[in-house]
């Protein structure tokens, strides 16, 4: 069981180096999630790891922050952000960068299904492309997550979930309980090591941002700086995708939301953001 002073120090370590605030009522989650860490390099007791990472023990830092970080996702996580892309965003982005280029960024992309779910849709647009070549940056901070996305392998329950049969038959190719997605569908993903922690304005600039159901596990003060650096690489008629449970409103003024579409975002000022004055957040049933 880990003690205070020892769970005081991890909260101070992930904040620090992920952003991630963990509240005190999260104590099970550090006892569950680095129990394993903790057999993998048989370290007897949470002191033991608290010294080895005042230590600088880089290899543990990686695992700890690893196991951590929270990488829940699937293929079409939620359908209707996918449904707004490939109907909304992408027809604008395609007349406004006629015989151009368009960047997407897919922060915390986790094991990929979500840049694979926008390459499918690409692949699906394009008649529609009129040539414009669309290039996915995919990040997360977990080199192990990172590992599973670039392979493209996934399990019959990973495939299971939010993947269109269609999608399954076209783009997968199976092997045993294994299927493998086919690489030409990567072939327009860079997957990259980032800790949206750190800088990222070399990454840019981009067209469309995804950072679904990330900012969540951020203090206020993390979610605005991520967020107004985050401006700083999106073009001024760029969209900004957000998860279900987040939003702007409060705490960023470097972000509107966009006038018809929900979880959408766009620069504050753009001629697509809905007026803050104006705005109420939608009643849910």
Not at 70 to 84: A, H, I, V
Not at 185 to 198: A, D, H, P, T, V
Request: proline letters at 4%; charged letters at 20%.
């Amino acid at each position: 069981m880990i003690g205070d002073p020892e769970f005081t120090f991890i909260q101070g370590f992930l904040m620090q180096r992920t952003g991630i605030l963990l509240t005190s009522e999260k104590r099970y989650l550090v006892e569950t999630r680095l129990d394993p860490v903790m057999r993998q390099f048989q370290i007897p007791s949470f002191n033991a790891v608290v010294s080895r990472l005042k230590a600088a023990d880089r290899v543990l830092e990686v695992a700890v922050i690893d196991a951590m970080t929270t990488n829940e996702t699937l293929f079409f996580r939620d359908k209707s952000p996918f449904e707004l892309f490939e109907n909304e965003v992408m027809p604008k982005l395609i007349k406004a960068r006629s015989g151009g280029r368009i960047r997407i960024w897919c922060a915390a992309c986790s094991t990929g299904q979500e840049p694979y779910s926008l390459s499918m849709i690409l692949d699906e647009m394009k008649p529609r492309l009129n040539g414009i070549s669309v290039e996915i940056v995919a990040t997360d901070i977990s080199e192990k997550v990172l590992a599973q996305a670039r392979e493209g392998i996934y399990s019959q329950f990973e495939v299971q979930r939010g993947l269109p049969i269609r999608y399954l038959l076209k783009h997968f190719t199976q092997n045993g309980m294994r299927w493998h997605i086919n690489k030409a569908l990567g072939e327009r993903i860079q997957f990259k090591s980032l800790n949206l922690m750190q800088g990222f304005k070399a990454l840019g600039p981009f067209d469309l941002i995804f950072c679904r159901n990330v900012l969540i596990y951020f203090g206020e003060q993390t979610k605005r700086d991520v967020l107004s650096r985050m401006s700083d690489v999106l073009a001024p008629d760029g969209y900004l995708f957000l998860g279900g449970a987040e939003t702007v409103l409060g705490v960023t003024a470097s972000f509107a939301p966009h006038k018809t579409e929900r979880s959408l975002y766009v620069q504050a000022g753009s001629a697509n953001a809905h007026s803050l004055n104006s705005f109420r957040p939608r009643q849910t049933a």
